[in-house]
Structure formats: C-alpha cells, structure tokens
C-alpha cells in the first residue's frame, strides 16, 4: 500500500498504549502529557544517562518560532488575498523537512507538525475567501519529519506521538470545515525515526538533503560536562571531536553542534540547539567556537534563563538557545527575556559583537598589577597547623621569631567561611636558629619524608629545602623574607558558589600567607579590590571565566589578565577606593562570615538573601565603577558584556 507503513511497537509499548488508551482520549492529549508518561516508564538512571528531557510548548516555541515558524506566518500575511502567494507558501511547506538528532519522546516534532498543520489551516481559509473553495487536501505529511534517539523505547512513543499528532489536526481541520477528514487509519508514513547513536551515524544518510533544500535540526540533545561523561560518551567525543585540541574539556553536547555544522555547511540546511551556557563559558568557547565559526553564524540566541518542563519530578536548569545558519545578510537576534535585540553579529559569548575568542594570557593586558596562585606548601600538610599545634609552638618559640615563623594561613574556604589555619614559613635562615625545637624538627622531617616519596621529580628536588614551601617566590619578590610591615594583598577565592551576586574578594595583612586555593594580588592598592568586586567584573567573570561544576572558577589568565579597564583619574581611583573600604566596614560591623553575608540569594532552591546593607554598598560601588566604563546607564548585563568584549577587541589590537 503505496503512502502507509507498517508499524511494529514492542511488547512493552504496544501494551502500554493499549492500557493508556482505555484511560486517555487522544484527541487531548498534551505532547507534554505524553512525554511526562515516557518519563514516569523510563528509569531514572536511563533519564540522566541519555539525556532525554520533556519539553513544555512554550520553550520549544523558543526553539521554533525564530528558526522558521515567525518566517513562515511572516509570510503568510504578505500572501493574504493574492492565491499565487498562498499556493507558493503550501508549496514551501510541503518540501520543508525536519530532524531532532536527540530527539527523546519527540515533543519538538510533534509540536513543529501542529504548528505548521495550523498554518495550513489558516492559508486553506484565506484561499477559501479568495475562490470560494471547500477542498481542503493538508499537504503536510508526517514524512517530512525525522529522529534519531538512542532509546528503542522512546523511538516507538516519538512515532505514536506523531500519529497522535497527525490525528488530532485532522480532528482539528473538521472542526474548523466540517466535512473534511482524512483518515487516521491506515497509518500514514512517518519519516526516518532512526534507533542509534546519533554521534556514530551518518546524518546526511537519514535526511539526505541537496544545497538548496530547507531543512531544519533541532532539538535538546544530552549536555553533559566533561567531568560526567561515562567511557562510551568519551569515545563518542574522540570519535567526533577527536581532531580538535583539548576536545576533553568539552561538555557532550558539543558533538551535536560540531555534526551539525557539517550538515548545514554551504548549504540552505540551518539548526538550533538547546545547550547549558557553558559552551559559552570559559575555555569551551576556545576550543569549540573557532572551529565552528569559519563555517557558519550565529542567526540568533536566547541568553541564560531557566529551562523547565511539566514532566514528574522536573529540574529546571540554566541553558541557552542558539541558532546557526550559513552567512548571509539576513538580520540577526538576541533574545534576552521579554527583549530582542536586532544586532550585527552575535559573538560566540552570546553579545552583541565580533567573533573574537578570549584566550589565557600570562601577563595582563590591561596594565594592572600580577595576579598569581598563593602559595604552595606540597608537604604532605605537615607544616601546615592545627589551632592546638599552633598554640603549643607559640609557647616554645623565641619572642624575636615566633611572629615570623608561625603565620596565619588562609585560602578559599578559610577566607569565605571565616575560619583561620596556621603555618610554619621559614628560610634557611630560620630553620637553623630553630632546629634544635624537636616540634619544629618533626614537621620538617615529615615534610622531607613525604616529598622524597613522591613519584613527581620537582617534589622530591624539593625535599633538599623541607623548610620552605616549594611555591613562595611572588610572595617574597613582593614583600622579601623578612617580617614584612602592615601592607595589603588582595586574595580572590579560586572557586565560589554562583549562586552569590558577588564573589567575596578581600585583603589581608602582608603577615598572612596566602594559600595556593586563592589567588593573590600582592602589595596591591585598595582601589583595585574595587574594581573586581563591580558587577562590570562579575559580568566578565560569568561569561569568561567558566565553571567548576555549577561553581564561579577565577583564572588570573583568562579573567584578571584579560578584564578590559578604562584609563581611571586618581579622582576615580579615590572615589572607589572609598567605597570599597566602606565594604571592608560594613563586612566587619555586621559580623558573621562572607558566606552570611553574601548569602545565595541567586539559587533556585532556598535562597538565601544577601545582607542588606552589604548590598547597598556594592550597588553603590557598581554605579561609580559604570561610570568609568560609561557616561550613561546601562540597559542591562548584555550590554555591559558586549561593551566590555569591545573593549577587549581593542586592547589586544593595539596590543598586536
């Protein structure tokens, strides 16, 4: 029977569309409805492993609506009254075709089947109006619609969901004519729904397509960091990506985009992706973007914002869509919430701007002073103190020594929850005014112990000096080996929750050591500290500095050395530096630790708000620090962003 095909369900699925069909009338049937059914059926570990996610309509009209749907009703008012149109725009439709390559219980399918049988609908009456017609033969056909899922399970409810897509708008085109109908049964033929690894197959074999053909892939494929990848899903990754330079740091999603650059490359073909922001982040953007941006645009973004669904035990999570096409002088958008923004390009940080990539740097560009790791002890934490080993040293040291040799030792953790280590820090010098202390004796010989041990050359060289720490030398240039006087560093935690609006930077007294989890700024002016805690350097942070898991990563190369700042007047300088010890103040009068005070107002789950006051003061610092930057306001963190990408276009222009 020429037009229809044989179905075949499993056991598994024939029986549950059987016992759901008893319960459900089809024709109501929400594709979320359905999806949420696959999910309560599918295994909470095949959900998280294969990535199938249960799309609500209104986010997927994100996916939809700006790649061909708003184009598509663009056009149909154009047509209104004139048949030649109306008939060509059919004609359009009819050949357009449609591929999810992760495509899970095909929502985004079913839903782009609808929508388009509904624009049909519309151009049957407006043709009606013209030449009285009441022939209504739908020329969209589940043939022009393809899949590819790795789950036989949910490639057998993606197929049923189509037919129960296809038979609701038959219901619907009789409801709006009366007379019309076309059968449901026997089923009609539904393009490739392929059962496979969609990185494994050839996408060009399921959905062959000429340079001139319109079709479209989208869809919501598996994001998966590269931290979460299992041993199949990293040789997924060298089978595809295996070719570009540090492809290991990419999240899993990055093989679809890569595979479908290839498809649309040079030719009519364009997709959207839904994806977790972080290929938009931090060293992803370097390795992924060049290689894909040489080929294709970016034709439109939605930027960060929630993405959830109305299946059991949902989980919305932070994610972006992004749209790609072939270059050509069509207008692109950045959507951001309720706003679009007609721009000229969009970067591959998803701002307004050129394609630039930002990449690590050594040294600052942007003349501020060196950021570097603290130090390092590698001593297996044995001169490192406890509060008890630290008091029992205290007792036994020489007055003139004690203060030099047993400092305060902070890092990320201690700083951001207020609590305080100790250390043993010496010279040569030092160690041997105190060998003769059996405490002191001990710790250095279980340092030396522990670095002789070690598999690492540069360790067990480093057990010819066990007093010293192995990573120091910064610290000394700055502040030589003496006790130094009253000067400050700054220390920036290497790892923070994102869930802060800021990240709780500070400075401590030139007697502290600063440990290798914090970056430090030594000997460092106080308006400097300032300038990072702005939300001008948030912004570069969010979108340049990448994550560890969901947590802000601070790099001194791809953030501090790369963050673009503006000539500031000593007047500038003075007025931050103003406000930035009002913070210092507001930190101390208020007590409690950082993590108190900066709470996690940002988290989707029990928010925690930040201190008032504190919060006040760094709005206030915000606005002078914008005002380096800009004589006017800012609209919001996008354009802030683009700025400052701008801005570093520039910087490294002149640099070159």
């Not at 034709?299 to 109305?310: G, L, P, R």
């Not at 999570?317 to 207008?331: L, P, Y």
């Amino acid at each position: 029977m020429s037009g229809y095909a044989l179905v075949v369900f499993s056991k598994k699925s024939r029986n549950l569309v059987i016992e759901a069909g008893e319960l459900i009338g089809w024709d109501k049937v929400n594709p979320d409805i359905l999806g949420s059914m696959l999910q309560a059926v599918a295994s909470e570990d095949k959900r998280s492993h294969l990535g199938m996610h249960y799309t609500s309509v209104p986010n997927i009209m994100k996916v939809i609506n700006p790649l061909f749907l708003d184009d598509l009703h663009e056009e149909f008012e154009k047509a209104k009254g004139n048949e030649t149109k109306l008939n060509n725009l059919l004609e359009r439709m009819r050949k357009m075709k449609f591929m999810d390559p992760a495509c899970g219980s095909g929502n985004f399918l079913i839903i782009t089947y609808k929508e388009l049988r509904r624009l049909e609908m519309d151009i049957f009456e407006e043709l009606g109006k013209i030449n009285n017609s009441t022939m209504y033969v739908p020329t969209i056909d589940l043939g022009q619609f393809y899949g590819i899922e790795l789950e036989d399970f949910a490639v057998d409810v993606t197929r049923l969901s189509l037919y129960i897509a296809d038979h609701q708008m038959n219901l619907e085109l009789k409801r709006r004519y009366g007379d019309y109908l076309r059968e449901t049964l026997p089923l009609h033929k539904v393009g490739d729904i392929r059962c496979g690894n969609a990185l494994r197959l050839d996408w060009n074999e399921i959905l062959p397509h000429e340079n001139d053909d319109e079709v479209y892939l989208f869809g919501n494929p598996p994001y998966l960091g590269s931290r979460e990848q299992n041993k199949d899903q990293k040789m997924d990754m060298e089978h595809v990506l295996g070719s570009i330079k540090g492809f290991k740091n990419l999240d899993y999603i990055s093989n679809w985009f890569y595979l479908a650059t290839k498809y649309i490359y040079k030719s009519n073909a364009e997709f959207v992706f839904v994806t977790t922001n972080s290929i938009c982040q931090g060293v992803q953007v370097g390795i992924l973007w060049p290689k894909l941006l040489d080929k294709i645009e970016i034709s439109f973004a939605h930027t960060s914002f929630k993405w959830e669904n109305n299946a059991k035990n949902n989980a919305g999570v932070t994610v972006v869509i992004i749209g790609c096409r072939n270059f050509n002088t069509s207008e692109k958008h950045l959507f951001m919430g309720n706003i679009v923004q007609k721009v000229q390009n969009i970067s591959p940080y998803l701002a307004e701007g050129d394609n630039r990539v930002i990449f690590s740097t050594n040294s600052p560009l942007n003349r501020l002073p060196k950021m570097v790791f603290g130090s390092m002890p590698r001593d297996g934490g044995n001169l490192i103190l406890s509060e008890k080993e630290y008091l029992l040293l205290q007792k036994e040291l020489p007055d003139n020594i004690r203060n030099k040799v047993l400092r305060k030792y902070i890092g990320s953790t201690e700083f951001i929850n207020g609590t305080i280590r100790y250390c043993i820090w010496m010279n040569e010098r030092d160690y041997v005014k105190l060998i003769d202390n059996q405490e002191i004796k001990k710790h250095i010989q279980d340092v030396k112990n522990f670095r002789m041990s070690s598999s690492a050359k540069s360790t067990v060289q480093a057990a010819k000096t066990p007093w010293a720490f192995v990573q120091k030398g910064e610290y000394v240039k700055s502040f030589g080996d003496k006790l130094p006087s009253n000067r400050l560093s700054i220390i920036v935690p290497r790892v923070s929750s994102e869930n802060r609006m800021y990240v709780p930077m500070g400075v401590v007294d030139a007697s502290t050591i600063i440990s290798d989890s914090a970056m430090a700024i030594y000997d460092a002016p106080l308006w400097l500290l300032g300038l990072l805690e702005s939300r001008m350097h948030m912004v570069w942070l969010r979108n340049v500095g990448g994550k560890l898991k969901t947590d802000y990563r601070y790099s001194a190369g791809l953030v501090y050395n790369t963050f673009p700042v503006p000539e500031l007047s000593t007047r500038r300088k003075n007025e931050i530096e103003e406000l930035i010890g009002n913070i210092l103040d507001i930190r101390e009068e208020e007590g409690g630790t950082l993590a108190e005070l900066y709470g996690s107002p940002l988290a989707a789950k029990n928010p925690k708000p930040m201190n008032s006051r504190l919060l006040e003061a760094h709005k206030e610092l915000d606005k002078v620090v914008d005002r380096a930057y800009k004589s006017t306001d800012f609209k919001d963190d996008n354009e802030r962003l683009a700025l400052l990408l701008n801005m570093y276009s520039e910087m490294v222009n002149k640099k070159g």
